[in-house]
């Protein structure tokens, strides 16, 4: 039997365990027995992933669930919207079902962030479990709580915390991943390591290859590492009061890039982050918060990983600073109409910052365009 770690996200009366190995999703009986047994359970998943790992779920559930159910949702980021949130409930609801069943989320983020603001909607607030399917979703989505959908203004800008239940990350499923996906994913690998420890980011770029090239222990390694790092985050600040935002070291230009592009695949969430995250360096330096040596470093480690560094090299490096910034000033972050951006001191010691001024951001982002 393959081996596997636990950690827990220790909120109280809502905390709940990460469990990472490999052959989760053919135990999950055993290992969600205290949360689905006698329980009516709803496997959610996309038309992709559904027919990878969904049977070895629903067998699964089989076991010891009173009756269990599948629905699919399309693949793909525009299936965060909602208009597919409210088919879903819908579909949901005509199953008959009570405040005693148990939703569990199988695939990437997209179906997990879809699934928690249905289980946090659905009669009020229903259980739900985390089997994130991609590496994205298996070092940050999946846990922490946040959950939601896409708006026409930007993402994530309507959803609720809701905590799961539990977070089944089997990383046999990145076996069947593309690479594109895996390196997406990776780009939030590599943010722990930025934004609060540069011993792992030290190690990230010993060990990154390795990490893309699926070697499991490595691999393992790199998930449980982040994993942590966001539970501690997560726990000190459960609502991203304060210290939860330097989780979105990067972001607030990712999620501009992304709304730009529609949503429509040209460009994953964590190929606009690689990008964001070089952006946010770039950021640092010209207010002369960072040294170039430290920007460097992390934007080689980004390239090296095969992501994107410049907005010239993304599908939206046509938009206009107007147009960007306009969508920053709307990311769910801001204050007052300030913009706030966490910006990086130096690898591994980031900040959250308000005083970027519009002139700065217009020099950072022609810059990234030449």
Known sequence: MHKSSKLTVGLGDRAYDIVVGRGLITRADELAGDILTGRHAIIISDDNVASLHAPALAAACDRICRRYDQLTVPAGESSKSMSVLSTLLESILDLGV???????ALG??????????????????????????????????????????????????????????????????????????????YAEVIKYGLL???????WLEANGAAVLAR?????????????EAKARIVEADEREAGQRA????????????????????????????????????????EMGLCHGQEAGRASAHIAASGLSTRLADLPVCDATNDELIAIMQR????????????????????????????????????????
Do not use: W
């Open 108 to 185: 990437g983020g997209v179906v997990g962030d879809l699934v928690g603001f249905a289980a946090a909607s659905l009669l009020r607030g229903v259980d739900f479990i985390q089997v994130p399917t991609s590496l994205l979703a298996q070092v940050d989505s999946s846990v922490g709580g946040k959950t939601g959908v896409n708006a026409a203004a930007g993402k994530n800008l309507i959803g609720a915390f809701h905590q799961p239940k539990l977070v089944l990350a089997d990383t046999e499923t990145l076996d069947t991943l593309p690479l594109r996906e895996l390196r997406a994913g």
């Open 331 to 370: 990311d769910k972050k801001a204050r007052q109409g300030n913009m706030r951006f966490i910006v990086p001191r130096a690898i591994g010691d980031s900040f959250v910052c308000d005083d970027v001024t519009m002139e700065t951001l217009a020099r950072v982002l022609d810059a990234s365009r030449g």
């Open 98 to 104: 009570d405040r005693d069943v148990v939703l569990i």
């Open 196 to 202: 609060g420890d540069a011993s792992f980011f030290e």
């Open 246 to 285: 330097l989780l979105n070291l990067g972001h607030t230009f990712a999620h501009a890039f992304e709304a730009m592009a529609g949503y429509d695949g040209r460009l994953l969430h964590g190929e606009a982050v690689g990008t964001g995250m070089v952006l946010a360096y770039d950021l640092a330096v």
């Open 215 to 227: 070697d499991p222990d490595t691999l393992a390694r790199a998930i449980l590492t982040s994993c």
